[in-house]
């Protein structure tokens, strides 16, 4: 699991490719950016033991069969880590067939190279965003109040963190929470009162 509290630090990389193989993409990566940290390795097992070992952010699977099926290798990590950002890099016109097995993006190599600025900047782009992910959904699930998501044309509940379930005494494994609910049948309190406040939000305009 990746430290979603440091967003913009090193980038821990797992390169899975073939020990045999003419190219190398783990050194073209250690030779660029000064943020990644990069990792080597030849089998699915060693490539899963790092993933349980350490803190890593990315994985890339380089398509080199018959030596390495990066494709096949990409679904057997996916089962286990279904929200990692896993590359395919290829030479071959592989692309929609890693995308279909969820590849995050697919790295295009030409003559066992790839464009390093061009990749290193999409590597950095999806690894920030889903750290920032990672530390929003943190701050979501562990505030002290209570905090709902609407969908700012309807007004109604799209997420709510456990807190405000808490705080409702509703339990979100039976049903979704809904303005009714925020309303509570209480003096004051409706659920056209509770929309009104949403499209105020929305617009920018003072809620109270």
């Known amino acids: 699991m990746q430290n979603v509290e440091d967003v913009s630090g090193p980038i821990r990389i797992v390169v899975l490719e073939s020990s045999t193989a003419d190219f190398d993409v783990s050194a073209q990566l250690g030779d660029g950016s000064s943020r990644f940290d990069v990792e080597s390795v030849s089998t699915i097992d060693a490539a899963l033991a790092s993933l349980a070992a350490r803190s890593v952010d990315c994985v890339i699977c380089v398509h080199d069969p018959p030596e390495l099926d990066g494709i096949e290798t990409l679904s057997e990590l996916r089962r286990e880590y279904h929200e ?124 109270t």
């Open 84 to 207: 990692l950002p896993i590359f395919v890099a290829t030479e071959s016109q592989d692309a929609d067939r890693a995308v279909s097995r969820e590849a995050t993006d697919v790295l295009q190599l030409t003559d066992g190279r790839f464009a390093n600025s061009i990749v290193e900047n999409r590597i950095e782009q999806l690894v920030d965003q889903t750290r920032a992910l990672g530390k929003y959904e943190q701050i979501f699930e562990r505030a002290n109040d209570g905090i709902a998501i609407h969908d700012r044309e309807t007004g109604e509940i799209v997420e709510a963190n456990a807190q405000l379930s808490r705080m409702l005494g509703h339990d979100p494994t039976e049903s979704a929470l809904t303005l009714a609910d925020l309303a509570g049948g209480e003096a004051g309190y409706s659920v056209d009162a509770a929309r009104d406040l949403v499209e105020r939000a929305a617009a920018g305009s003072d809620q």
